[in-house]
């Protein structure tokens, strides 16, 4: 299966940055939150982060600034509705609040809602992703990417 729909949920400073790093990278994104106040924050950010690597990227050809920006920004979409957002994804990551019952919610309920190939992860730092993916399907299960900090070793 080709990921070229990614969707992410949570627009505060890690979803944004990994909207953001998705769309530069040319995958359609759709951004969600609980509010458009805070997928305005999110948008804020993105923004800020964008004229950072912009300056970098386009050393001596400011001329190029506004295009790429453009281009990156063409390709996130922003929504308050979780059906939405997954109606059309072929990836769903998670980067809300560290609370175990408010993931599991919402991973229970894009079970239900994301079409059944679509690949569900999680941006956790501290509970464990079996936990997290406790509420849904089986079949499901076999859709998850499962990586936490304890299994990567340091070369």
């Known amino acids: 299966m080709m990921v070229k729909n990614v969707t992410v949920f949570g627009a505060g400073l890690m979803g944004a940055g990994i909207a953001q790093v998705a769309a530069q990278n040319g995958f359609k994104v759709v951004l969600s939150d609980v509010t458009e106040g805070a997928l305005q924050n999110g948008l804020q950010i993105i923004q800020k982060s ?12 400011e001329g190029e600034v506004d295009a790429w920006k453009g281009q990156v920004l063409a390709n996130i979409k922003m929504v308050t509705d979780p059906c939405q957002a997954v109606s059309s994804s072929d990836l769903v990551i998670e980067a809300i609040v560290e ?28 509970l464990s992703i079996g936990d997290i993916a406790g509420t849904c399907s089986a079949e499901r299960l076999t859709r998850w990417v499962f990586v936490e900090v304890g299994d990567m070793e340091k070369d």
């Open 99 to 126: 609370n175990l019952k408010i993931k599991r919610d919402l991973f229970g309920f894009l079970d239900r809602k994301a079409d059944p190939s679509c690949i569900f992860a999680s941006n956790t730092s501290s």
């Open 50 to 61: 964008l004229g950072r690597v912009a300056k970098k990227k386009f050393e001596g050809r």
